[in-house]
Structure formats: C-alpha cells, structure tokens
C-alpha cells in the first residue's frame, strides 16, 4: 500500500493543522506515489457511484447473456465470466467513454472526500483511455481504481442476483422493458450491498461527524479522513 494521502508532500505547512490537500495539477504527469495515493483516496468515495453507472451500462448485456445462458441451462455464477470478468467490465477505455458520455467527473474536496459529479454546462470531462507511467492521471486511476474494487469480488453477485431477476421476470411473462428495469434495479441493488460501497457509506458518516463537531475538535482530522479512504 501506498502513504496516505494527507501526510508528507500532501500537507503544507500554509494550512491549518489536520487541513487536507490534494494535488493542484489534474493533468497527466510522471507517476509518484502522492499521485498514486490520491487517486487510491477519491477511489474509496466514488465506489457506489461507479458501480451503479456501470450496471446501468450493462444492463442490456446482461439481459442478453442472461438470455443465453437460460437457454443452455448454464450456472448464473457463469455469468461474470461470459461478460468479460471484472478486468473487461474495468477496462479503462470503456470507463472513459462512459462517464464523458454521463458527463461525470471525478470531483474532490478540500476534506479529503471526493463524488462523482456532472460537468457544468456542455464540458466533456476529462479522462485517458490507457494509464501509463509517464502520463498518469490521478482521477482516471481513481476511477479505474473504483470499478476494480467493485467487480473485483463482486461481479459474481450482481451477476446472481441479475439472474435471479431474470428468471422472475421470465416466469412472469415480462416485456423486454420490465425485464431490464427487474436487471437494472437488482444489480444496483447488490451494488449498495457490496464492501466498497459499506465502506464508502462508513467515510461519508465519519466526514459529517467532523464537520459536525468541528467547532468542539472532538473528531479526527481530514487527513486522517483520507487515511481510511486509503486503507
């Protein structure tokens, strides 16, 4: 694992004690650890985020798939696979294409926590299609980052709980609409169930308890904040 972000190079002695920073430049640069671990930090906030787009995304893939593997009589644990596995569901290209498309962008806070925002106005925001050393971009790993968290372990019980709601919606005699809206809804639903999205849920608590008793400085630091982003 990677230091932390809020501690060495990206605290400064300009802000007040426990104050947190993240790296001034969004463009592409040589990778360094800083970069690494603020990309690792805004990865821990966007994970929910991430994976509910990404369902949404897959949603007619997964009724297709759905539909072969019923018509083979194969197991739903086959599912994960047969849409390309959490790397195919994670490439970075596609990650990219998705969230200029939403106009999403990775949006961080002087807290320490970051969100997945919508652009202002027309802007397309701005992400690389492939992560290389010499040009890294921190919010493009971030995001990359999240969605590997995600699918990594959890692929396979969205995957479930998609055929689950296929097989009810065919029973039922579902139009293709009502089975993509049974698809959407069931994989989202496993999305707010899974790890990353707990602990997603756990540091957005911890954030409002600081800034809640801020005043009586009972709570701990937005640097420490980031540090169990980065756990």
Same mark, same amino acid.
């Given at each position: 694992?990677?230091?932390?972000?809020?501690?060495?190079?990206?605290?400064?002695?300009?802000?007040?004690?426990?104050?947190?920073?993240?790296?001034?430049?969004?463009?592409?640069?040589?990778?360094?650890?800083?970069? @690494?671990?603020?990309?690792?930090?805004?990865?821990?906030?966007?994970?929910?985020?991430?994976?509910?787009?990404?369902?949404?995304?897959?949603?007619?893939?997964?009724?297709?798939?759905?539909?072969?593997?019923?018509?083979?009589?194969?197991?739903? @644990?086959?599912?994960?696979?047969?849409?390309?596995?959490?790397?195919?569901?994670?490439?970075?290209?596609?990650?990219?294409?998705?969230?200029?498309?939403?106009?999403?962008?990775?949006?961080?806070?002087?807290?320490?926590?970051?969100?997945?925002?919508?652009?202002?106005?027309?802007?397309?925001?701005?992400?690389?299609?492939?992560?290389?050393?010499?040009?890294?971009?921190?919010?493009?790993?971030?995001?990359?980052?999240?969605?590997?968290?995600?699918?990594?372990?959890?692929?396979?019980?969205?995957?479930?709980?998609?055929?689950?709601?296929?097989?009810?919606?065919?029973?039922?005699?579902?139009?293709?609409?009502?089975?993509?809206?049974?698809?959407?809804?069931?994989?989202?639903?496993?999305?707010?169930?899974?790890?990353?999205?707990?602990?997603?849920?756990?540091?957005?608590?911890?954030?409002?308890?600081?800034?809640?008793?801020?005043?009586?400085?009972?709570?701990?630091?937005?640097?420490?904040?980031?540090?169990?982003?980065?756990?």
């Amino acid at each position: 694992e990677t230091a932390a972000i809020g501690h060495g190079a990206a605290r400064t002695d300009a802000q007040a004690p426990g104050a947190f920073r993240w790296p001034d430049d969004d463009d592409p640069q040589q990778r360094t650890l800083d970069l @690494e671990a603020a990309g690792r930090s805004a990865a821990a906030w966007i994970a929910c985020r991430v994976c509910e787009e990404r369902v949404n995304s897959l949603i007619d893939i997964f009724r297709r798939a759905s539909g072969e593997l019923w018509a083979r009589r194969q197991d739903w @644990e086959d599912l994960a696979e047969h849409i390309g596995g959490s790397r195919g569901v994670c490439r970075m290209s596609d990650l990219a294409k998705l969230m200029r498309a939403q106009q999403l962008e990775v949006s961080v806070v002087a807290d320490g926590s970051a969100e997945l925002r919508r652009s202002p106005g027309s802007l397309t925001p701005y992400y690389v299609d492939r992560l290389i050393s010499e040009k890294f971009h921190y919010k493009s790993f971030a995001l990359q980052k999240a969605c590997t968290d995600v699918f990594r372990d959890g692929l396979e019980e969205i995957a479930t709980a998609v055929g689950q709601a296929f097989v009810a919606a065919t029973e039922r005699g579902a139009s293709d609409i009502d089975m993509m809206i049974s698809i959407g809804s069931a994989a989202r639903k496993r999305c707010a169930h899974l790890p990353p999205c707990v602990n997603e849920r756990r540091l957005r608590s911890q954030r409002d308890v600081v800034a809640g008793d801020k005043a009586g400085d009972v709570s701990p630091a937005a640097g420490d904040i980031a540090d169990l982003a980065a756990e």
